[in-house]
């Protein structure tokens, strides 16, 4: 079946210590996206990209980083800069670039709960 | 003033009820619209799309926009409790990543 995967589904992270999100399509999607869901703030847009080896930053990229070596992968790093990472991670893809979006959208992962302790 | 506002709810209703969610929006280019349902601690998936203003039915569901008024609606007629979720609606202008609403978090009690 064609989806998108994120692991883990839970995450706990040490304060001061890097972690990374890993987000993997077999959709053959071109553009992939990150967004953080807190309760009461909805969907915040952290990265996208919408071509291998080229990504843009969204409204919240501070502290975290993001890679597109391959076309089915784009993980995410939360780096020690990101002061309050706990949230709710969602990974989405779309089958073109930005002029394409309409009228099938992103598909979605499961997301990553990650929690700093 | 943020680009999309949505009231988050939370909204209860009992089955069968007509829901009406809501989101405006400040930006006049916005022409794509969607409407997400999201059930706990899973990704949203899309339920509805409409283009410019009109009317669009799917089921029990109906999208609603219109652009003079900035104002977007979907109706869910006999609601289920299957429908217990939260509705996040989306536009977008055509060159941008969609924007996103906070969510609606709609309960139906049985």
């Known amino acids: 079946d064609g989806g998108i995967t994120q692991s883990p589904k839970y995450l706990f992270r040490k304060e001061g210590q890097n972690v990374t999100l890993s987000c993997e399509q077999n959709l053959n999607h071109d553009a992939m996206y990150w967004y953080r869901q807190d309760p009461g703030q909805g969907l915040r847009l952290i990265y996208y990209?919408?071509?291998?080896?080229?990504?843009q930053k969204g409204d919240i990229a501070e502290g975290y980083s993001v890679s597109r070596e391959k076309k089915e992968s784009f993980p995410l790093t939360v780096t020690s800069a990101q002061k309050n990472p706990t949230a709710f991670y969602l990974c989405?893809?779309?089958?073109?670039?930005?002029?394409?979006?309409?009228?099938?959208?992103?598909?979605f992962g499961s997301g990553t709960r990650l929690t700093v302790v | 003033q943020k680009e999309v506002e949505q009231d988050p709810g939370p909204l209860s209703v009992p089955e069968g009820a007509i829901v009406s969610l809501n989101c405006t929006y400040s930006?006049?280019?916005?022409?794509?619209f969607m409407w997400y349902r999201q059930y706990s601690r899973k990704g949203p998936e899309l339920l509805m799309y409409?283009?410019?203003?009109g009317n669009k039915e799917d089921g029990r569901f109906t999208a609603q926009v219109d652009k003079s008024s900035k104002y977007i609606s979907l109706f869910i007629r006999d609601s289920q409790p299957s429908d217990s979720a939260t509705y996040l609606c989306a536009m977008y202008s055509g060159n941008t990543p969609l924007v996103f609403g906070k969510g609606t978090r709609l309960s139906v009690i049985a």
């Open positions: 409409t283009y410019s203003s």
């Open positions: 930006n006049s280019a916005f022409q794509y």
């Open positions: 989405a893809s779309s089958m073109g670039d930005l002029l394409d979006l309409f009228p099938y959208g992103y598909t």
């Open positions: 990209s919408q071509i291998v080896n080229d990504f």
